[in-house]
Antibody, heavy 121, light 107 residues
């Protein structure tokens, strides 16, 4: 059974940093690109970032480019999101999600339960 | 960036109704479109991929169609478990984008 478990969310002040983790199990983690998607309270889904299987290619939404860094450790089956210079508008539930297929161009099929990040003073 | 526009934003319907949701892309995305269902407090669930392929385990009352810039999700006979918010998602490019969502409410 595929499982994605996020952790690391919490309350942080504007300008602060946070590192999210996503522990994966039930599939061959190193074979799938992975993504972070966020959802602000009461709002829709917003893609944040995607990383290739090896970690050699990364992609970011314009809203987080230069502030967030996605990475992965295939030996630990774990996905990360380093978030710096956080703003109030980054407040959201952050989900990690896996590609359905091993190709980079693929829909997201499995999602974690999400971790809440609140940016407030 | 490719923009995705869903309509309607909210839909009121009764059990047994046929429901159709539309998603339009700002440029052609071929058939690289997926539909997901989200219930309050839960993660999204993939229903349809490649515009019309039904994900394993998803009831056959869900169907998708379209290509290029216009797509539809149809629920042939709405069931109580189907009241939720539905999102389209384009994955034509690495910077995937979602529609704003369509909330299906009980009439």
């Amino acid at each position: 059974e595929v499982q994605l478990v996020e952790s690391g969310g919490g309350l942080v002040q504007p300008g602060g940093s946070l590192r999210l983790s996503c522990a994966a199990s039930g599939f061959t983690f190193s074979s799938y690109a992975m993504s972070w998607v966020r959802q602000a309270p009461g709002k829709g889904l917003e893609w944040v970032s995607t990383i290739s299987t090896s970690g050699g290619s990364t992609y970011y939404a314009d809203s987080v480019k230069g502030r967030f860094t996605i990475s992965r450790d295939n030996s630990k089956n774990t996905l990360y999101l380093q978030m710096n210079s956080l703003r109030a508008e980054d407040t959201a539930v952050y989900y990690c999600a896996k590609n359905r297929d091993t190709a980079m161009v693929s829909p997201l099929d499995y999602w974690g339960q999400g971790t809440l990040v609140t940016v407030s003073s | 960036d490719i923009q995705m526009t869903q309509s309607p934003s909210t839909l009121s319907a009764s059990v047994g109704d046929r429901v159709t949701i539309t998603c339009r892309a700002s440029q052609s995305i071929s058939s690289w479109l997926a539909w997901s269902q989200q219930k309050p407090g839960k993660a999204p669930k993939l229903l349809i991929y490649k515009a019309s392929s039904l994900e394993s385990g998803v009831p056959s009352r869900f169907s998708g169609s379209g290509s290029g810039t216009e797509f539809t999700l149809t629920i042939s006979s709405l069931q109580p478990d189907d009241f939720a918010t539905y999102y389209c998602q384009q994955y034509n490019s690495y910077s995937r984008t979602f529609g704003q969502g369509t909330k299906v409410e009980i009439k």
